[in-house]
């Protein structure tokens, strides 16, 4: 058998069963697929559809967890089911390597890059420590970590996120393997820097000869980085074939409707400012606790009023002696039942933005209004009044919901707090308030870890709408969603919005997303907005060179566009820029 059509993996009829207690639930069931050498094929599905469980089995990582795994998997000849631990020690990093999904969970942060690439590489070889390093050096340079020789010396911390799954690679490419699986490389990362791992991903394919496994659930980034596409649910194959003639012309439904929940940057935008409609009255049944905004009998804004105007926000932090500015004079408005998109790469300064917008940050200087009230620099008494009316959003529902409290007690607080309703209506208006974002109020009881990410930032929805507010920040609500879920998501915001008239600040670093919900968009760079206008003037006509940069580092659907775009790529930025902007 030639190197052409070795085969690096061979997969028949792969099951997967998790036990706990007396139930066993089937994450993978009858799996078969195969990869040969220098060709990339990509697992794509929903969360909870098996991909990853598909490539950990990969590896044998299930081997001493209580999995218990079926069917045959073979890789790079060696048979993991029954291969000893010596032989898969020989597997993992010299044959094949994964790269994970969370570099600051997979790297150790008490250690310097470097040392942590060199203990991998003298694992699978004979070398020194001083032939180690220089193999540690070697492969972030390659992977593009700037002045190689220094940064690795630098712990985890000290890496950006891109920079931080650059290493990783690194990590993966030190034994130069056959093989590299990669498990969601490219979540939650910024579109550029997305860019930047897949057009890596691509050059290393080109340059080494080796086969790529891709799991991921962004159903773009598969069309930009393999040849074959494999999709999943509840663990069995529902499609499999060319990325073009899948993507292009899908036989399944399932895939058909895995590809109409991915936002585009060139749909139509169908979105339109319209009056807020009333408050549905079958949502809440007879006998049930009011909106606090009709007990307290205060009239609903109209279309084109103002809520919020910033001018000339600006917000420092201190480092030591050093001062950071991370929004640099950021002037914008919102009106009611509006919804301002704001993109940017990370660290341009969008989050902080959203937390000055409702005063959860204080601003450093410049001004902020509510309904022609300044706000910006009032005392927390003063600001109370209008706390209930601006809420947020947070993007990591797991780190903003309290695990040692249930979710309809979370959701119950907001309520408590502010004082209208006696504990009966509270818990009441809480259950119902779950209904209303799709989740069932007997569940009250539950605690966040028991939920899904789509039904924890529901959960999240629910809280931030128990004070009737007027306007909300979402700050990246669906950044780690996959598409189905994230499409959920957002309809349940659209739907909210037009029932009661909110208005929204959506700040995610997905071009695609923004456009779908945005009435207006302002785009950031560098704590300041480079450009700003309706949803058609930015993406249609988009005047910026950076707004222009971001657009063409968006996934296309479209391999044959996709591969376009990274020409183009590689004519705009020269090596050294690429390089500068990891």
């Known amino acids: 058998m030639t190197p052409a059509t070795e085969q690096l993996i061979e997969v028949e009829g792969l099951t997967v069963d998790f036990v706990s207690g007396e139930e066993t639930v089937r994450a993978v069931d009858g799996l078969s697929f195969s990869l040969a050498a220098g060709r990339a094929i990509g697992l794509v599905g929903e969360s909870g559809s098996g991909k990853s469980t598909v490539a950990s089995a990969l590896l ?3 081997r001493g967890t209580g999995a218990r795994v079926g069917g045959a998997v073979r890789v790079g000849g060696t048979d993991v089911g029954t291969a000893s631990d010596r032989e898969l020690r020989a597997l993992r990093g010299a044959v094949a390597a994964m790269v994970f999904q969370d570099p600051l969970s997979s790297l150790d942060p008490y250690y310097a890059v470097g040392d942590q690439i060199a203990e991998v590489y003298r694992v699978h070889t004979d070398a020194t420590r001083r032939a180690a390093r220089a193999r540690a050096v070697e492969v972030l340079d ?21 920079m931080r799954q650059r290493t990783l690679i690194a990590m993966a490419l030190a034994c130069e393997p056959r093989l590299l699986i990669a498990d969601e490389p490219t979540t939650a990362l910024d579109v550029t820097v997305q860019a930047q791992i897949l057009d890596l991903l691509h050059d290393l394919r080109g340059e080494t000869g080796m086969g790529l496994l891709l799991v991921t659930h962004d159903v773009g980034v598969a069309a930009e980085s393999v040849d074959e596409v494999l999709v999943m649910r509840h663990g069995r194959e529902v499609e499999r074939g060319p990325v073009a003639e899948v993507l292009g012309a899908p036989k399944q439904t399932y895939t058909r409707t895995l590809l109409s929940s991915v936002p585009r940057v060139d749909a139509p935008v169908a979105r339109t400012v319209t009056e807020p409609r009333p408050l549905s009255e079958p949502r809440i049944p007879a006998g049930e606790p009011r909106p606090l ?5 205060e009239p609903r804004p109209s279309a084109d009023e103002v809520l919020l105007e910033a001018v000339d926000l600006r917000r420092e932090f201190r480092r030591g002696r050093r001062t950071v500015t991370a929004v640099d004079g950021v002037s914008l408005t919102v009106g009611a039942g509006e919804t301002l998109g704001i993109v940017g790469e990370s660290g341009s300064g969008k989050t902080t933005l959203g937390r000055m917008l409702v005063r959860l940050l204080d601003p450093t200087d410049g001004r902020l209004r509510y309904r022609g009230a300044e706000i910006g620099a009032v005392s927390e008494k003063e600001l109370r009044p209008y706390r209930r009316e601006l809420q947020m959003i947070f993007q990591d529902p797991v780190a903003s919901l309290n695990p040692r409290r249930s979710v309809g007690e979370s959701v119950a607080d907001p309520l408590r707090a502010a004082g209208a309703l006696d504990e009966g209506r509270i818990v009441a208006r809480a259950r119902e308030l779950l209904e209303r974002v799709g989740l069932d109020p007997d569940r009250y009881d539950r605690y966040p870890h ?23 920040v979402c700050d990246e609500p669906v950044s780690a969603l996959d598409v189905t879920t994230q499409a959920q998501v957002v309809a349940l915001l659209a739907e909210l919005q037009r029932e009661l008239g909110l208005a929204l600040v959506f ?21 300041r907005i480079v450009e700003q206008g309706t949803a058609e003037e930015v993406y249609g006509a988009p005047s910026d060179p950076y707004t222009r940069q971001l657009l063409a580092a968006v996934p296309a659907l479209d391999p044959v566009l996709a591969a376009a775009r990274r020409s183009a790529r590689k004519a705009l930025v020269a090596p050294a820029e690429k390089v500068a902007v990891a």
């Open 60 to 62: 044998g990582l299930h």
């Open 142 to 162: 390659r992977v593009g970590i700037p002045d190689a020789a220094r940064r690795a010396h630098s712990r985890p911390h000290e890496f950006s996120g891109g």
């Open 293 to 297: 905004r009709e007990l307290q009998g």
């Open 450 to 472: 028991e939920f899904s990410g789509g039904q924890r930032q529901r959960v999240g929805i629910a809280r931030a709408l128990a004070a009737e507010p007027r306007l909300i």
């Open 507 to 527: 700040i995610a670093h997905d071009l695609a997303v923004v456009r779908q919900v945005s009435d207006r968009v302002a785009v950031m760079r560098d704590g």
